[in-house]
C-alpha cells in the first residue's frame, strides 16, 4: 500500500521561505513521478511542481517559476519542494501525490495515490 507523509507546512511571512517534505513508500514501482498539488479555500486543486525518477525532469505551473524548486532524493523516494518568495496567493493546502512517469502535473485528477495534505498560510 502506497503511504505518502508530507511535512514542513505552516505560517510564514509574505516574501518568505518554506520547505515541504513528501516521503513515500509502499510502491514497487522503479520509474515513477511525484507531484506538488496545492487546493486553496473555494478553487480546484491545481499542480504546482512535478518531477520524474526516470531523467529527473520537472515542471512548473506558471505562477510558482522562479520561486519554487523541486527536488529528488530518489534512494529515499523523498521528494522536496523549496518555496521563496510566498504571497498570500501561495496560502494553500498543498498536497503530494505519486504515479507513472507520464503523468501530467496539469491533470490531478489523474493521479492515483495522494497524501493528506500540508496546510501553507502566508500572512503577516
Known amino acids: 500500500q502506497v503511504q505518502i507523509v508530507e511535512s514542513g507546512g505552516g505560517l510564514v511571512q509574505p516574501g518568505g521561505s518554506l520547505r515541504l517534505s513528501c516521503a513515500a513508500s509502499g510502491f514497487v514501482l522503479d520509474y515513477y513521478a511525484i507531484g506538488w498539488f496545492r487546493q486553496a479555500p473555494g478553487k480546484e486543486r491545481e499542480g504546482v511542481s512535478c518531477?520524474?525518477?526516470?531523467?529527473?525532469?520537472?515542471s512548473y505551473a506558471d505562477s510558482v517559476k522562479g520561486r519554487f524548486t523541486i527536488s529528488m532524493d530518489n534512494a529515499k523516494k523523498t521528494v522536496y519542494l523549496q518555496m521563496s518568495s510566498l504571497s498570500p496567493e501561495d496560502t494553500a493546502v498543498y498536497f503530494c501525490a505519486v504515479d507513472h512517469p507520464l503523468s501530467s502535473c496539469t491533470e490531478a485528477d489523474a493521479w492515483g495515490s495522494w497524501g493528506q495534505g500540508t496546510q501553507v498560510t502566508v500572512s503577516s
Open positions: 518531477i520524474n525518477s526516470v531523467n529527473g525532469d520537472t
